[in-house]
């Protein structure tokens, strides 16, 4: 892969394949694999499929080494040091296919990268184990449980945050679930996605020099006041994300910042009389209408811009706060 034996750095962190265009800028057709329509756009992050209807949580990284078969042979190497916390080594159980989850504690609890796809995983990339930064975990590949041609073969990359060990309670609730839960707390359900396009760019062009800086200056799109007494499993995982020192004795609600896309990014415990004149139990403040006009799947708000929580907003209370 790279004669130095080095992978590619990115900022403090390595990028994650061994393609290097990206870093060196040049053109995207280099750098991204899009769906079957061709459009560049369809591998970035955010509301960039059918349409700009559907949404994806992560970048769609192209393969640029092929065997003679044509099958992608391009190395995957973990975005910062970590813990392996997630092997799925069975293609046909996720849309996904094989993937890796590695938390990365040192930058924040819960902080997760996703790697998915993968057409190999060396035998000792296991949960529990410590990886380096830049180590070899995989091979890039078109694993899923649906077909991806060799021509389209990609690594899908995630950052995001762990929503916490209670998902299976969640699941066992839904009424829509037909299949079951094949992977446990690392379901991608329970990850959600920062906007990993936007990191990277801004890494790469010296913005911000790690992720830690990232998430320190992240604006929030959309503040949500939720009249609930139960404390988010999210924060026994990170409890840097509430601001407050300690619990009011009177726990009655709490204020919510979050990033356009849903990641929650921090909570704010609220005492009986600040939610003492709620007459619904969520009630919302758009702080930047900016991306949420811009993307229309984001779901987050209803449309108008004004009214309730739409579908992904609803979907992430239920999950956050599990009566």
């Given at each position: ?190 990850i959600i996605g920062y906007d990993s396009w936007d990191i990277f760019n801004r ?66 415990a609220l005492s009986a009389p600040e939610t003492n004149g709620m007459t619904e ?43």
């Amino acid at each position: 892969a790279h004669a130095n034996g080095e992978s590619p750095r990115l900022g403090d962190h390595f990028w994650p394949t061994e393609n290097t265009a990206f870093l060196e800028r040049r053109d995207l057709a280099e750098v991204l694999q899009p769906t079957v329509s061709g459009r560049l756009v369809s591998a970035k992050f955010g509301c960039v499929r059918n349409d700009g209807y559907r949404f994806h949580e992560g970048v769609d990284l192209k393969a640029t080494v092929k065997d003679k078969r044509g099958e992608a042979l391009d190395e995957i190497y973990a975005f910062e040091r970590g813990v392996v916390r997630y092997v799925n080594l069975v293609s046909g159980k996720s849309s996904f296919g094989r993937y890796i989850v590695i938390e990365h504690p040192q930058i924040a609890p819960g902080l997760v990268t996703t790697y998915a796809h993968l057409r190999r995983v060396p035998e000792n990339i296991v949960a529990g184990r410590e990886v380096a930064g830049g180590e070899l975990i995989g091979t890039m590949g078109r694993s899923a449980s649906y077909t991806i041609p060799r021509s389209r073969a990609h690594l899908h990359f995630e950052i995001g945050l762990w929503l916490g060990s209670d998902f299976q309670k969640w699941f066992d609730r839904q009424p829509g679930f037909s299949s079951k839960n094949e992977h446990g707390a690392y379901n991608g359900m329970n990850i959600i996605g920062y906007d990993s396009w936007d990191i990277f760019n801004r890494l790469r062009d010296g913005d911000v020099r790690n992720l830690e800086e990232y998430l320190a200056v992240m604006e929030p799109d959309v503040r949500v006041r939720i009249a609930v007494s139960t404390i988010p499993a999210v924060l026994r995982v990170n409890p840097d994300l509430m601001t407050n020192e300690v619990l009011p004795d009177s726990l009655s609600g709490w204020d919510i910042d979050f990033a356009w896309y849903g990641a929650p990014m921090k909570f704010t415990a609220l005492s009986a009389p600040e939610t003492n004149g709620m007459t619904e139990r969520v009630r919302i403040n758009v702080l930047d209408f900016t991306e949420l006009e811009q993307q229309p799947c984001a779901d987050m708000v209803r449309s108008g811009l004004i009214g309730g929580a739409d579908k992904k907003l609803n979907f992430l209370l239920g999950r956050l706060f599990m009566e």
